[in-house]
């Protein structure tokens, strides 16, 4: 839907204020096909914290932990990650009528949003801040949303393959993000990152399959 594709890339320019992203609809019912709910039953925001914030993705209590450079880094890189899924599916949902997009899309800003509140919290410059849509200060992120984009507008199902690989490509960053460790309020980030995208790998497997 275009108020979908036009309020991500709001998000992920960085035009919407976090205030702003608690009181985006969420939408309850789930995107692994026609009338089906989300895995297990657990609901978009996975059954925890405000269902119109982000799921709990990131406990402002959760105690704060020292971050090494490279860690620092990889959560800067998080950020991009979290900011080529949205402008990715909200330019596939603008392209298509399904509504897998618009549901994931809608999911991926409550990510993008949480990446961005630990980023603050440990001081580290948001690198998705201010950029366009489908922008990307680095350069291999940028190459893969290009080559991710045109695989996807030849056709719908390329678009959901084209979502499947984005998805993966998620999945094993976050499992080397975890390795080492230590902080527990970003390895909560993670951990609940990683439970998301394997859901949004499910759903796009199914939608393909």
Request: charged share 20%; with cysteine; proline share 4%.
């Amino acid at each position: 839907m275009k108020g979908t594709r036009k309020f991500a890339l709001a998000v992920a320019a960085g035009a919407v204020t976090a205030g702003a992203l608690v009181a985006a609809p969420a939408l309850a019912a789930g995107p692994g096909g026609p009338g089906d709910p989300w895995p297990q039953g657990q609901g978009q925001y996975m059954g925890q914290g405000n269902p119109g914030g982000y799921c709990m993705l990131f406990d402002r209590g959760a105690p704060k932990g020292t971050l090494t450079a490279a860690q620092k880094s990889a959560l800067a890189s998080a950020a991009e990650q979290e900011k080529l899924a949205v402008d990715l599916y909200a330019a596939f949902a603008d392209q298509y009528d399904l509504r897998v997009f618009d549901r994931v899309v809608a999911a991926e800003m409550q990510h993008l949003r949480a990446v961005r509140t630990v980023l603050a919290r440990y001081g580290v410059t948001d690198p998705t801040q201010g950029q366009a849509a489908g922008a990307f200060g680095s350069a291999s992120v940028q190459a893969s949303y290009h080559r991710l984009l045109a695989q996807g507008k030849s056709s719908a199902q390329a678009a959901l393959k084209a979502g499947r690989e984005a998805e993966r490509a998620r999945i094993d960053a976050l499992r080397t993000a975890l390795s080492g460790l230590t902080a527990p309020d970003v390895k909560q980030l993670y951990a609940n990152l990683l439970r998301a995208e394997q859901m949004h790998l499910t759903a796009f497997e199914r939608w393909i399959g």
